[in-house]
């Protein structure tokens, strides 16, 4: 069997070889393999609804039954106009190309492709794919272009692989933290604040504030000093930084502030360099680390936002590191060390590495490049760790280490991250004295150990399904008395558990017992107490677990000592 990227961009040419036969008169733009499966853009003359998806996926099956071949062809470029008069968004790209043009011919049909593609179409699964959903989508993703109609597919090696990853993707719309995020009151999104831009309700800021905590507890063992920086800053110190020239359409427009240009920050570290040359830095001093929990502002396009895992404001655990050269290797070791245990406290133990090279717009010289990524290969190494190399996936200004979680339903997310950065110390020219008195520019490290708060916090109503463990809980416990006359006992326990630090509820509404037992299980509460006359008589409370069921009676001490576990 092929490999599955080449299974799904032959899939696509089926797929583009089957509209070619059911709609005639279409016009193709572009059609890559993706994650799970592919795509193709059509420019159409009537709509397609999820009602053809079938009638589609059967002409895709009898032209797979046909065992057509993938031959590849290279032509002139004068060939590939003649053959592609008709299709205006295949002659669009012919512009851009140079030399011999290559094309596939599959059956009736013939797309621009430098492939690889299967040979013959009996080594595609003809039960292994599956129509997913049709959007809108501009020619190129520029919004000035005309709107095509993007058809997505799903495609694996066989068709249990299929149901298994269909079965997988039922649980997650069960899990998404847009819906959850809303049944369990912690964040909201409303169209005159802004897309992209969360409010915090009180039981989302309470679990922000869970990990902020955790956060400046861990950091401030491995001697972080904690700063501040502003929102907003001159344009000026953007372009100083290069980031300006290399991010310019992530970023938003200027503003004007006595006559200068100001920016809303689009990222920490230049602020975070201006610290660390606001004083004479000695090699005594070193590693100097710098953490912030700092609101970036990025442009993201309106079609990309996803609930807190893709938003247009969020919070960076931030942090750079400037080190001596020689300290390069073992602050790497330190951090990745670091970054899975902190990972591994918030219940990701499952992840893949990426070892991310040099990319073809990038700052300082080859050599460097090369150095850094050889001492990012010899700390991974060093770790016993295994990685992948995403090829040319580095910053403009330096290689990184990535950490990609993997949730309870298997799926990647990017968190960690550990960047070595030789332009900024150029750019800015930051020094330190060395044990021989000479100014030498430091190493800096940029770091996330969570990434942005906000998807990381989707990323975490995902993996529990809401049901987070009980340090993180924004309510921990939920008190129901049995009836009013024993509110005053339920009153006296949640004053006894608060002062032990235990956040809680008293769940005294007039409603009947059997709701707000339901109400509470719904909200996820990891602990419900229910009190009542033989509770308050014998001094001890009733407990039950979200997830275990009935614990029984226990006093107020015991159960104290049960969640300290």
Known sequence: MAKIKIIRHSLAHILAAAIQKLYPNTKFGMGPDIENGFYYDFELQESISPEDFKKIEKKMRELIKNNIE????????????KIFKNQPYKLELLKDMEGEISIYKSGDFIDLCKGPHVKNSKELPEKGFKIERVAGAYWKGDEKNKMLTRVYALAFNDKKTLNNFLEKKEKAKKRD?????????????????????????????LLRKNIENYLYKELSKQDYQWIVT?????????????????????????????????????????????????????????????????????????????GLTRVRGFTQDDAHIFCAPKQLEQEATKLLKHGLSILSDFGFNDYNIYLSTRPKKFAGTKEGWEKSTETLIRVLKGLKLDYKIDQGGGVFYGPKIDIKIKDSLDREWQCTTIQIDFNLPERFNITFINENGKKIKPFMIHRALIGSMERFIGVLIEHYGGAFPFWLAPVQTCIIPIGEKYLQYAHQVAKELKNENIKVKVWDEEETLSNRIRKAEKQKIPYMIVVGGKEEKAKVINVRHHKKGEMGKMTIKEFIKETQK
């Open 177 to 205: 933290h847009r819906k959850l995020g809303q049944e369990l009151g912690l964040f909201m999104i409303d169209e005159e604040v802004g897309a992209g831009l969360p409010l915090w309700k009180p039981k989302g800021a």
């Open 230 to 306: 502003p929102h907003i800053g001159k344009l000026s110190l953007w372009e100083k930084s290069g980031h300006w020239n290399m991010y310019r359409e992530n970023m938003y427009s200027p503003i004007d502030i006595d006559d200068q240009k100001y920016l809303i920050k689009p990222m920490n570290c230049p602020f975070h360099v201006k610290i660390y040359n606001s004083e004479i830095r000695s090699y005594k001093d070193l590693p100097i680390k710098y953490a912030e929990l700092g609101t970036v502002y990025r442009y993201e396009r309106s079609g990309t936002l996803h």
């Open 70 to 81: 993938f031959k590849k062809e290279v032509i002139s470029k004068e060939k590939a106009k």
